[in-house]
């Protein structure tokens, strides 16, 4: 049996993996799982799967979590520092899928103990991909992306990496995509959380229609495959069939395509370097008809111009684009700036910050620059445009 741990076992991303655990309970050990503020379902997670601990991430609910667990063998723990704790247990395989830059420094206790880290928080890469590279390739811990975008850059290039010449991000264009970019001045949260396909969360919602998501994706890829910003494109494809493609350098273009189920790159991840049937619904090409393609307007997503510019500028830009970011969405959900205006406050925080020191990066140095990033972000919002 492999020794297993899931951290957000409570989102999407976590449930999916247990769904997954749980169709085989012969094959994995489970250890310790780690939810939010949805006890209830950690309990009942925990229970099910005869977990060894269940961590809470707020303290103040350790009470019902102990309550709910009552008369079970798992122990119940609360705080940062329990997680880190558990994210630092010895397993063959865990997944880290806390959401938000909290995920940064479970993903390094994980990379630090165990053999396998399969990564679905794209914070750890964003703000720390050289750091969270580095302890990887000094423990010897294999590095599994969790985002199907990069699940299917992972699966396309498989040994050809020396020959990679270009990968292609697909992005579905969102809410806004025929929106005329002046208009876009003017759109509500509301307006930026009615996403033509999914029905996500409020702020992934509107990260999706800023395109912020997909620049995130961007960064990832960049310190995942160790590419050039120049070799990394984006391309709007609505249908969302191709999650991504790898142009290799004789011309040939390797694509992945799939259903909208995150069980299948969780699944891969789970089962690398095998592959096991996964309960997902098989693609019927005569249904599906045409799949389209265009170029993204760069005056609608300027997110993704940042994104290349966080590249080319390296160090601790990629940790000031991430906090920007987030701060830039709270003052959008609270209509202090508009809905462009959260690409011109990232881009005054970054022209704002001095991002050197990449080769001797170390967690408290992103931490720093998260917290000032947030700052300037406010800063630039109250001074206007």
């Given amino acids: 049996m492999r020794r297993v741990s899931v951290f957000g076992a409570t989102g999407s991303i976590g449930q999916n993996t247990l769904d997954l655990i749980a169709r085989r309970p012969d094959d994995f050990d489970v250890v310790a799982l780690s939810g939010g503020a949805n006890v209830a379902l950690l309990a009942e997670q925990a229970k099910a799967l005869r977990a060894e601990y269940a961590i809470v991430a707020q303290e103040n609910l350790l009470p019902d979590l102990r309550a709910a667990l009552a008369g079970s063998a798992v122990k119940a723990a609360a705080g940062r520092s329990a997680l880190l704790e558990a994210a630092a247990i010895p397993v063959d395989w865990a997944m880290s899928s806390v959401v938000g830059f909290a995920g940064l420094e479970i993903s390094l206790a994980i990379a630090r103990n165990s053999k396998t880290l399969a990564l679905a928080n794209k914070e750890s890469l964003v703000c720390g991909g050289a750091l969270l590279n580095r302890v990887c390739e000094d423990h010897g811990t294999c590095l599994l992306p969790v985002d199907s975008e990069h699940s299917a850059i992972f699966q396309c290039i498989g040994g050809a990496d020396k020959e990679v010449e270009r990968i292609i991000l697909t992005a579905s264009g969102g809410p806004f995509l025929h929106s ?23 702020r992934i919602s509107i990260d999706s229609a800023s395109m912020f998501n997909k620049a995130m994706e961007v ?50 991840a789970l089962n690398w370097p095998e592959r096991v049937d996964l309960p997902l619904e098989r693609l019927d090409f005569g249904a599906l008809g045409a799949l389209s393609f ?11 111009e940042l994104a290349t510019q966080t590249m080319q500028m390296g160090g601790l830009a990629g940790a000031v684009f991430n906090a920007a970011k987030e701060a ?10 508009g809905f462009l205006d959260m690409a011109r406050v990232v881009r005054q925080v970054l022209a704002q910050t001095d991002v050197s020191g990449s080769d001797t990066l170390n967690i408290k140095d992103v ?15 109250q001074k206007g445009f």
């Fill in 180 to 202: 005329d970019p002046k208009a876009l001045e003017k759109a509500t949260p509301e307006q930026a959380m009615a996403h033509p396909n999914w029905d996500m969360g409020q």
């Fill in 328 to 337: 830039a969405l709270d003052l959008f959900l609270d209509r202090r700036i």
């Fill in 294 to 304: 265009q170029h993204p307007d760069p005056a609608q997503f300027p997110a993704l």
């Fill in 219 to 268: 960064l990832e890829t960049h310190a995942l495959f160790d590419v050039s910003p120049e070799q990394i494109e984006v391309i709007i494809h609505p249908q969302s069939i191709i999650h991504s493609m790898v142009g290799f350098t004789d011309g040939a273009i390797m694509a992945h395509l799939g259903p909208a189920d995150m069980r299948g790159p969780i699944g891969f």
């Fill in 367 to 381: 931490i720093d620059a998260d917290a000032i990033a947030r700052v300037r972000a406010g800063e630039a919002a």
